[in-house]
């Protein structure tokens, strides 16, 4: 009897403490890592076709095929590199860029490494240019915010 009890108290104090520690055991969620890239300059090809954010499949961003666009988009697969006509021409975008350019109407812009806005990602500021660093070649989505939306330019 005494045995029984004894043994009852034991599994009530391993149950008590296994309660109390495993919520301070459980993994947090990761927080994405970002970086800004961006050196102040610009590349006028994409913009010219009303690029806001571009993304280019050749680092240099002088050469090659670029992408553009003014809104957001939240997953890159169905959009192609159609700009110019040298190396990635008609490549899917996503997972294919190594840079971005931020035009001057835009107040930043970013490049994420998942679909929906998620993940590690790179950014700039308006009237900057620079090479991807967490999304290079891993991009599955971008967002730019405008002029007004988050303040002026």
Not at 91 to 106: D, L
Not at 116 to 136: K, P, R
Request: charged share 10%.
């Amino acid at each position: 009897m005494l045995r029984t009890r004894a043994a009852r108290v034991v599994a009530g104090v391993v149950i008590a403490t296994t309660a109390a520690v495993a919520p301070m055991m459980t993994a947090s969620p990761a927080n994405a890592a970002s970086k800004h890239i961006g050196v102040h300059g610009n590349e006028l090809r994409c913009w010219g076709d009303g690029g806001v954010l571009c993304l280019y499949y050749n680092h240099t961003m002088t050469t090659g095929a670029f992408w553009g666009t003014a809104v957001n988009d939240s997953d890159l697969y169905n959009d192609k590199f159609w700009g110019g006509t040298g190396t990635g021409a008609g490549q899917v975008v996503k997972n294919n860029a190594t840079a971005m350019s931020c035009s001057w109407y835009a107040s930043q812009c970013f490049s994420y490494y998942n679909h929906g806005y998620a993940g590690n990602y790179d950014w700039e500021y308006g009237n900057e240019i620079g090479q991807l660093s967490y999304t290079w070649n891993n991009d599955a989505s971008v967002e730019v915010i405008t002029c007004g939306e988050l303040s002026s330019c």
